[in-house]
C-alpha cells in the first residue's frame, strides 16, 4: 500500500479511498430547535391520521351537497365553528353552518361552500347558496394527508425546514441525528498573517483558513481553528498532535516540492498512515489523503482556488457521508457550455462558472481566471466545469459535466 502513494492518481479513484476510509458519525438524540441541517438516523411514522378530523379548507358554509343540487338555496345557519372548536350540531335537512378554514366539519355535512358564493338572507339566521356544491368541495378529508401509523421520514433523509415540520407535525420533539463533524482547520506558511494584520514585505494574508472555516461549517460541521501554523517541524508537529484528536484535520499549504513544505513530513512522524499524496486533478495536484484512527487527514495545496477545488471534489463528499447523507458523492449534474474552453490534457480540470438554468437545459459559462490564485474570480462562481483529463479543447454547446458549489 504504502509504495503506491507516490502515484498520481485519478479523482475517481481518490474519491474512492476518501470514502472508503470515512465512517459515519454514530447517532446522538437532539431537539428538533437544533435539527436544521443535520441527518436523520431513525424512521418516524405518523402518531395519528393527518388531518386528524375531516376539516374544513375555506371560510364559508358547510352544508349538505344533496340540499344544493340547484342555486340559490337557501339554508338555516344553525351554529358557527371556528377553527379549534368541535361543532356541536348534526347538519339535518335544508341546515347549514358557518365554519372557518382548519374548523372540523360537523356530522352530516360533505361540502363547503365559500364565503364568496353566499349572502346572508334573514338578518343572518339563513344563508342564500349562490352556487352549485359537489360533494367534497373544500373539505379534506381526515387522513388525506397521512394515515397513522404511515412511516414519513426514514434514515438519511436530511433535516430540511420542511421535514422538521412534518416531525413537529408528527409530535416527534427529539429525533435521532448523526453527530456533527468535529474538523480541525489549520493553514500552514510563514508568509500567513492573520486578516487583522497589515502585511509587511513578503507576507500574504490568511485565506485558507477563514474559507475552509466556512466551507466545512457550511457542511454542517464543528469547526476548531488552530491558527497559522509556521513551516517549521516542531510547530507542525504540535498542530498534528491537537487535530488528530478531531474527526477530521484540514491542513493547507506545505505540501509541494519546496524547502520548505514539511507537512507529509510530518504526518509520517505523527504516524499518519498516507494513502495518496498526488491527484490528478487541476488546479491542486498536491493533495495529501491519510488517516490516523478515527482522524482523516487532508493535506490540501496552499494556493487559495486549489485548497478550495480540493475541498468540494474530495473533503465535501467525506463531511457529507460522516453525517449519514445519501448519496456523497453525487452531485455532480450536466450542462451545455456557452463558450470553448481550452485546457492542458492529463489532468481533470475544475474551471470556475456561471450555471443557469433556461427552461429544461442547464447551461455553463467559464468565467476568466488567471489560474489556482485567482480566488476573486472563483468567489464569482456557482459551480465548477469539469473538464476531462482527454481533452485540450471543448467546444461550446457540447455538454459537460459540472459540479454545482453550495
Ligand atoms: P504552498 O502550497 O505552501 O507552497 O503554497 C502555495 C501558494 O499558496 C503560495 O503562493 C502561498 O503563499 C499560498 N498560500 C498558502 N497558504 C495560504 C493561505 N492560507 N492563504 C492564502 N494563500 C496561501
Ligand atoms: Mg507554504
Not at 430547535?33 to 402518531?47: N, P, Q, T
Not at 343540487?69 to 335544508?94: D, Q, S
Not at 421520514?153 to 433535516?159: C, I, M
Not at 471534489?313 to 457529507?320: F, I, K, T
Amino acid at each position: 500500500m504504502k509504495d503506491l502513494t507516490a502515484r498520481m492518481i485519478g479523482v475517481d479513484e481518490a474519491l474512492g479511498i476518501v470514502l472508503r476510509e470515512t465512517s459515519v458519525l454514530p447517532a446522538e438524540s437532539i431537539v428538533l430547535e437544533s435539527a436544521a441541517g443535520r441527518v436523520l438516523a431513525e424512521e418516524v411514522f405518523a402518531d395519528a391520521d393527518q388531518p386528524p378530523f375531516a376539516k374544513a379548507m375555506m371560510d364559508g358554509f358547510a352544508l349538505r351537497s344533496m340540499d344544493v343540487t340547484a342555486a340559490p338555496a337557501e339554508l338555516e345557519v344553525v351554529e358557527e365553528v371556528p377553527a379549534g372548536r368541535m361543532p356541536t350540531h348534526t347538519l339535518g335537512e335544508g341546515q347549514a353552518a358557518r365554519i372557518m378554514t382548519g374548523a372540523p366539519l360537523p356530522e352530516g355535512a360533505d361540502a363547503v361552500q365559500m364565503v364568496e358564493k353566499t349572502e346572508p338572507a334573514m338578518g343572518g339566521r339563513w344563508v342564500r347558496i349562490l352556487e352549485v356544491v359537489q360533494a367534497g368541495a373544500h373539505v379534506a378529508p381526515r387522513g388525506r394527508e397521512l394515515r397513522a401509523g404511515q412511516r414519513v421520514l426514514a434514515p438519511g433523509d436530511d433535516l430540511t425546514p420542511s421535514r422538521i415540520g412534518v416531525l413537529s407535525g408528527v409530535g416527534k420533539g427529539t429525533v435521532l441525528a448523526h453527530r456533527r463533524p468535529r474538523v480541525a482547520v489549520a493553514p500552514t506558511g510563514d508568509e500567513l498573517v492573520h486578516w487583522g494584520a497589515t502585511p509587511k514585505p513578503g507576507q500574504i494574508r490568511n485565506s485558507n483558513g477563514p474559507a475552509l472555516s466556512a466551507a466545512c461549517r457550511q457542511l454542517g460541521a464543528e469547526v476548531l481553528e488552530l491558527g497559522i501554523i509556521r513551516d517549521d517541524a516542531a510547530a507542525l508537529g504540535e498542530c498534528l498532535r491537537k487535530g488528530l484528536a478531531s474527526d477530521l484535520l484540514l491542513l493547507s499549504g506545505g505540501v509541494s516540492m519546496g524547502t520548505y513544505d514539511l507537512v507529509e513530513g510530518a504526518l509520517d512522524r505523527e504516524g499518519v498512515e498516507i494513502f495518496f499524496r498526488k491527484v490528478a486533478i487541476r488546479p491542486g495536484k498536491p493533495a495529501v489523503f491519510g488517516r490516523k484512527r478515527n482522524c482523516l487527514v487532508f493535506g490540501l495545496p496552499g494556493n487559495p482556488v486549489s485548497s478550495l477545488v480540493i475541498f468540494q471534489v474530495l473533503v465535501a463528499p467525506s463531511l457529507r457521508k460522516m453525517q449519514g447523507g445519501a448519496m456523497p458523492q453525487g452531485r455532480e449534474m450536466e450542462a451545455l457550455l456557452e463558450a470553448p474552453v481550452v485546457q492542458h490534457t492529463g489532468r481533470t480540470s475544475y474551471l470556475p462558472g456561471t450555471l443557469r438554468f433556461e427552461g429544461e437545459s442547464a447551461r455553463i459559462q467559464p468565467i476568466p481566471s488567471s489560474g489556482s490564485a485567482d480566488l476573486p474570480a472563483y468567489s464569482r462562481a456557482n459551480a465548477l466545469l469539469v473538464i476531462p483529463a482527454d481533452r485540450d479543447r471543448v467546444e461550446a454547446g457540447e455538454k459537460l459535466r459540472v459540479l454545482p458549489l453550495d
